[in-house]
């Protein structure tokens, strides 16, 4: 049987951005072994900044790696800290178009679907881990309603309804240094410190797995 595996993924840029630190820092782990022992391989799979066809990739990794956790990583402009987002809401509204010029307003990311979905992921012992070791990092309340939203909304309502054994979840990283210096006062986070983050994200989850059946409609 083939090792058991997390899937990772990042996004292509976006929003006049030449780079996504998400992809940046993600595409560096493909193949890297993690967990206690070394016991997951990491797959990482870059997802178009397209509502709808970044799920479609996201589904199409997940079905073809049987990942036991799947971590989705976003840029989030400007904000300070490794970004552990709790909640993900069904509803895209864009301030801006996505890479294939869609810019949906107050539509369903999937049409009847419940409001929202906990994130499946130890999230606050994963910031815990992260303070430890020494990298800024917090609960976040919102992913917001673009694409990052869209994809952690349709991963979890996809392990939800195909009744998938794999944790899943969403984190937004800041700007790395070479994007915040052309934008004035905004964070930012070395490429190293933000693999970094995402290695303890993956060790902490992994030797820490909550259980998927009884997190839905629960938080933790
Ligand atoms: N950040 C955007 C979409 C892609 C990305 O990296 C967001 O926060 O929605």
Known sequence: MAKPCVLVTGFAPFGGETINPSWEAVSQLEGEAIGLQQSHI????????????????????????HPSLV???????????????RVAININDARIADNAGKQPIDTAVITGGPVAYWAALPIKRLVQA???????????NS????????????????IDTQQLDCQGGFVHIPYLPEQAVKHSGAASMSASNVQQALKVILTEALANPIDIKLAAGTTH
Request: with cysteine; glycine share 8%.
């Open 130 to 140: 992260l303070h430890q070791a020494q990298i800024p990092a917090e609960v976040s």
């Open 71 to 85: 971590l989705c990583v976003g840029q989030a402009g400007g904000r300070a800290a490794i970004s552990i987002e």
């Open 42 to 65: 990491i797959h990482t799979k870059e997802l178009p900044c397209e509502f709808d066809k970044a799920l479609v990739a996201l589904y199409q990794a997940i079905d073809k790696y």
């Open 143 to 158: 992913a917001g309603t673009y694409v990052c939203n869209h994809v952690m909304y349709g991963l979890l309502h996809y």
